[in-house]
């Protein structure tokens, strides 16, 4: 379990990674709006997070039509969950932005792992996941 979340922890860090260079690229390179870049380095992200997660952390034999809509569906919730936290903790609560980032930074990353690890990627009876 603990190499399964240094793995995730390492798929994550290059996603982000990814998500960040492509959408400064794009940015600067093709003129994309803000909006637009940072929408290319979020499917970049999860383009690389989904094969990364399958197979490295998750070590699963992809099968794209089961495993795929659940990993965006996985994804968007992240998405989800980050704006909604984001919105009660800096918006209505008032509390600095640099703590509602801190609590999406550790509640998104554990949802998706949890949400990755016993549904996603999860194996089924027969052997295959």
Not at 34 to 61: C, K
Not at 64 to 87: D, N
């Amino acid at each position: 379990m603990i190499r399964q979340l240094a793995r995730f922890a390492t798929v994550g860090a290059i996603a982000t990674f990814l998500h960040v260079l492509a959408a400064l690229f794009v940015s600067t390179f093709l003129e994309f709006s803000p909006q637009a870049a940072n929408a290319t380095g979020f499917v970049t992200a999860i383009i690389f997070s989904y094969f990364g997660h399958g197979r490295l952390t998750f070590e699963t034999e992809l099968r794209h039509e089961h495993h795929g809509p659940k990993f965006i569906v996985t994804a968007l919730s992240g998405f989800l969950v980050s704006s909604c936290l984001t919105q009660v903790i800096a918006v209505w609560v008032g509390a600095p932005f640099v703590f509602a980032m801190a609590v999406v930074a550790i509640a998104v990353p554990l949802s998706t792992f949890v949400l990755c690890k016993f549904w996603v990627f999860r194996p089924t009876y027969s052997g295959r996941t």
